[in-house]
C-alpha cells in the first residue's frame, strides 16, 4: 500500500481503479535512417498520423454523445492540423532530406512550427502553436506506443491522477466515468477544486508523486474528506474506509432530509444561504439542497473550451436558463472573471510574470468593452424577466467600479434604443477581493446596492498567499487576525449605508467558519451547492446572541 497525503478538495470517498494522465512530453531519440529506409520511416510516419486521426474521430463522437460536451472545438482543430497535408510532407521531406527517423523528423517540424509563430506579430496567432503542440505530441505518442492521455470510456469507473488539471480540464471530463479526481498540484480554493465540488466529485489537491505512478488500473481509494489517497490498500485500511463511506453516505442523505428547514438560529436571527454556480445543470442540485438563489453565478465557464466569444444572445439564453432552474428565487450574475488560472482560448491573454496579480476579472472586461457590453446587455435583459443582479470581479478602486458602471448605462441606453426590454433597476455589486477595496468599504458602499466578499482572492491578496500553490496552503488562513479585521470592516461599512454584506468566498461553505460569519454580522453566504446542509446544520445550532 502507498499513502499520498493531500489537501481535501472536494468531499467524498472514491473506490476505484487509477488512471494516471501523463502530461509530460514523450521522449524523442533521433537516429539517422539509411537511405533505402526512407520509405520505411515515412510509412511509419503516415500511419501515425492517420491512427492518431482515428483515435481522435473517435474522441470525438464520444464527446458529442455523451451529455454536457458540447465544447468539441479543440478536438476539431485538431484535426484540420492533421487533415492539413502540410504537416505530413514537412516530416516526410525531413527525413528524406535529412536522413533520419521518423520520431525526429516531427520534433524537428515541430521546432520550425515554434520559429514560423514567434515570428507571427498576432499574439493570438502566437498561441496556437500549443495546438500543434498537443497534435505533434499525440502523433508522437502514437508512433512510440506510448497510450495516448485518455479517460477510458468503456464504462469503468476510474480515478483520474495528473500532475495538474486546469478548470477547462474538468469541465471536459466525463462525469459518469470519472470517480474522483486527484492532482499533484492546487488547493482547496483553486479553481479546478471548486469546480471538482460543483460537480460532486471528490478531489484530493497537492497529492506529490501521485503523477509518478506508471501502472495504470491500481485500486485506489481517494478519501475527500482528509486529504488522502491509499494506493493498493490493504484489507485493513479498504474496511475502514469502506465503513468511513457508507458512514459519509448515510449522514449526507440524512442531512438532505433537512432540505426544507429555515436557515435560522435558535434566537431567531436568519441568514441567507445561496448558492454557487458555474453551469445551468447546478441550479436543480441547488434547489434540491435548499438553496436560496444563486448568491454567485460564475459566467467565465460559458466563455471557457471554445474559440469565439459568446455573443449577446448566447448568454442571454444561458443566463435566462440558470435563473429559469432557480426561479423564483434570485440570480446574482458575476461578469466575467478570466484571466490569472482561467485562460480563455477565444481571448488572447498577455504572458504575465503574475497572473494573479495581471489582467484578469473586471480589468479584462474594461480593456474590451464592447465584449464587455454584450455580457451587460445579456444580463439586463435576463434582469427583466426575474430576480437578478449583477456583481464585478476584482474591483480595486472608485474609478474602476465607476468605469464599469457607466457602461453598464451605456448599455441600457443602448437596449432602450433597441427598443428591447431590461431591467432599468438592476441591482449592483461590487466583489470584495483586493485590500484596496477593503480600506475604501466606506466610499463603494455609497455606489453600490450589496457587497459580496470574495475569500478565496481576498485573503490571497492579504495575506500574499497563492491559493493555488499547495506548499503554501498551511499559511492560508480565513482566521487570520487580518482577515478577521478586513471582514468585520466590510460588513459594518455595508451596514453603515444600509447595504447587506454577503459572502460568497469557499470560507462561507465550511461550517467550521460559520459561528464567526454570523457573528461578524453577514447577511448572506453563498457556498457550493454541497456545503449549504451542512452550513445550515451549523446555523441551526448556534445563537447568535452573546449569552447573558
Ligand atoms: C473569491 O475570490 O472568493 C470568489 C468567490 O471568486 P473566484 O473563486 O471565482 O475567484
Ligand atoms: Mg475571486
Redesign the pocket.
Known amino acids: 500500500m502507498q499513502v499520498f497525503t493531500g489537501i481535501a478538495a472536494s468531499p467524498g470517498i472514491a473506490v476505484g481503479r487509477l488512471r494516471v494522465i501523463d502530461r509530460r512530453r514523450v521522449s524523442v531519440t533521433e537516429y539517422p535512417v539509411a537511405p533505402e529506409s526512407v520509405s520505411h520511416e515515412i510509412g511509419r510516419l503516415s500511419r501515425a498520423i492517420s491512427d492518431t486521426r482515428l483515435e481522435l474521430v473517435e474522441l470525438h463522437s464520444r464527446l458529442a454523445e455523451s451529455s454536457g460536451h458540447e465544447h468539441l472545438f479543440i478536438i476539431e482543430t485538431h484535426l484540420m492540423i492533421l487533415d492539413d497535408q502540410r504537416l505530413t510532407t514537412e516530416a516526410s521531406e525531413i527525413i528524406s532530406g535529412s536522413l533520419i527517423n521518423a520520431e525526429g523528423a516531427l520534433r524537428r517540424s515541430l521546432h520550425r512550427y515554434r520559429d514560423m509563430f514567434a515570428g507571427i506579430d498576432d499574439p493570438y496567432l502566437q498561441e496556437r502553436i500549443s495546438d500543434f503542440e498537443m497534435v505533434i505530441e499525440r502523433v508522437l505518442r502514437t508512433i512510440s506506443g506510448t497510450p495516448v492521455e485518455q479517460v477510458p470510456h468503456d464504462g469503468s469507473m476510474v480515478v483520474l491522477a495528473a500532475h495538474e488539471l486546469s478548470p477547462a480540464d474538468i469541465l471536459q471530463l466525463n462525469r459518469a466515468n470519472v470517480l474522483a479526481v486527484v492532482t499533484e498540484t492546487g488547493g482547496s480554493?483553486s479553481?479546478a477544486a471548486?469546480l471538482a465540488r460543483a460537480f460532486e466529485l471528490t478531489a484530493v489537491a497537492g497529492a506529490e508523486g501521485i503523477a509518478d505512478i506508471r501502472l495504470d488500473s491500481l485500486p485506489v481509494i481517494v478519501d475527500g474528506i482528509s486529504g488522502t489517497v491509499y494506493l493498493n490498500p490493504d484489507q485493513e485500511v479498504f474496511q475502514l474506509l469502506l465503513a468511513r463511506k457508507q458512514q459519509y453516505e448515510y449522514v449526507e442523505s440524512e442531512l438532505l432530509k433537512t432540505a426544507a428547514l429555515p436557515a435560522v438560529t435558535p434566537d431567531g436571527y436568519t441568514l441567507v444561504l445561496r448558492g454557487?454556480v458555474e453551469i445551468p445543470e447546478e441550479g436543480a442540485s441547488l434547489l434540491k439542497y435548499g438553496g436560496c438563489g444563486v448568491g454567485?453565478y460564475?459566467t467565465e465557464m460559458l466563455f471557457m473550451n471554445r474559440r469565439d466569444m459568446p455573443g449577446e444572445e448566447e448568454q442571454y439564453q444561458a443566463y435566462r436558463a440558470m435563473l429559469q432552474a432557480v426561479v423564483p428565487h434570485l440570480l446574482t450574475i458575476r461578469t466575467l472573471?478570466a484571466g490569472g488560472d482561467k485562460l480563455l482560448d477565444g481571448m488572447e491573454h498577455p504572458t504575465e510574470a503574475n497572473p494573479a496579480l495581471g489582467m484578469r476579472a473586471i480589468r479584462l472586461s474594461l480593456g474590451m468593452p464592447e465584449e464587455f457590453k454584450k455580457q451587460l446587455r445579456a444580463i439586463l435583459r435576463v434582469g427583466a424577466e426575474g430576480a437578478v443582479r449583477v456583481m464585478f470581479?476584482m474591483i480595486s478602486g472608485i474609478e474602476e467600479l465607476r468605469t464599469a458602471m457607466n457602461l453598464l448605462e451605456e448599455a441600457k441606453s443602448e437596449l432602450a434604443a433597441d427598443g428591447v426590454p431590461f431591467d432599468n433597476a438592476l441591482q449592483v455589486g461590487v466583489?470584495i477581493?483586493i485590500p484596496s477595496v477593503v480600506t475604501l468599504a466606506d466610499l463603494l458602499a455609497r455606489e453600490v446596492d450589496f457587497f459580496s466578499v470574495?475569500?478565496?482572492?481576498?485573503i490571497q491578496y492579504t495575506l500574499a498567499i497563492d491559493r493555488g500553490n499547495e506548499q503554501l496552503s498551511p499559511l492560508y488562513q480565513p482566521l487570520h487576525p487580518a482577515v478577521l479585521r478586513s471582514l468585520k470592516r466590510i460588513v459594518e461599512e455595508a451596514h453603515g449605508a444600509g447595504i447587506p454584506a454577503c459572502l460568497?468566498?469557499?470560507m462561507a461553505g465550511d461550517p467550521r467558519y460559520l459561528p464567526v460569519l454570523l457573528g461578524l454580522g453577514f447577511d448572506e453566504l453563498s457556498m457550493g451547492a454541497a456545503s449549504i446542509l451542512k452550513v445550515k446544520q451549523a446555523l441551526r445550532g448556534c445563537s447568535r446572541a452573546t449569552p447573558a
Open positions: 480554493t479553481h471548486i454557487n454567485l460564475r472573471d470581479p466583489m477581493e470574495g475569500t478565496n482572492d481576498l460568497c468566498g469557499e
